[in-house]
């Protein structure tokens, strides 16, 4: 008896040592793999080759360490200097569109280990005021990096701004376009809960959407309504198209990135020339929200604010189809321009 009591003992043992290991081992190999990311780039050979002195990086770590600090402002001259840290304009822009998970798109994408983002909208290309400032100013706005990284700014509002193409044109003809939307009337919905949200904080009253969205007169779709123009991307793009070959542009799925992330990104990837570094491992549903989250490393994970992810007001389903029947022909020459179909109604 006493004999099969401690042959149990032992079997719980060394069960319990096995799961032990097996987990330290699990650990060891996760954060190994992150480790393994660096060295990467140059990207295409097109920034040139490392130079031996550099400091080998551990991108997400990193991401999270030393480049944070030196955001925060916290890095001294000598620091910069030692890095090699550099101020760079950016090789990509994600030019819009509002509502289209511009933020996500952002946060995501720097994910990876050669991807450096801008945190603040900047607005230099559809603010006079800033605009006047020069391109100088401009980049010191941007974040320190490695010469081999790629520095990214968004600023939705460039899509829908009438010389913001002439402007980054000038800056650089060459530069990378992201534009990511979504169904557009829901586009203009999440459009519209944005203002009312910023409205009710203030306790202002505000319209009604259907009320904005159509036109009291005509009952047709009012395309006075910001919200509404701003959701016929084939007009706003063809503005983009007198500077920049279509090539230049990647489309991307904001549905998508909110139900399937990973694709999406491993398109843009592919579309930066960057060497495919970000998955699944960095990204994982957060139930609570209701949306993906982000992980850097074993410690470090994050979810967007709150703002993103709002809940939406209920709108009357014949104003819902109005908007779908008026938003279907752009919808199908943005598809023949862009050459990504999409399901939209
Ligand atoms: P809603 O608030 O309408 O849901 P932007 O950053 O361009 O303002 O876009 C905001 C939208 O990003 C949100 O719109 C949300 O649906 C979408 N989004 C996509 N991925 C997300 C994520 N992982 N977390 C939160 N919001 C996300």
Redo the contacts with the bound molecule.
Sequence with gaps: MLFKQQALLRQKLFVLGSLAIGSLLYLVARVGSLDRLQPLCPIDGRFGPRSQDEIPLRALQFKRGLLHEFRKGNATKEQIRLHNLVQQLPKAIIIGV???????LLEMLNLHPAVVKASQEIHFFDNDENYAKGTEWYRKKMPFSYPHQITIEKS?AYFITEEVPERIYKMNSSIKLLIIVREPTTRAI?DY?QVLEGKERKNKTYYKFEKLAIDPNTCEVNTKYKAVRTSIYTKHLERWLKYFPIEQFHIVD?DR??TE?LPELQLVEKFLNLPPRISQYNLYFNAT?G???LRFNIVFNK??AGS???I?PEVDTSVITKLRKFFHPFNQKFYQITGRTFNWP
């Design positions: 509002r509502k289209g998970g511009t933020r996500a939705p999440s809960t904001g990135l909110i992330p929200r949306f993906y989250c979810c967007l993103k992810g709002r939406h």
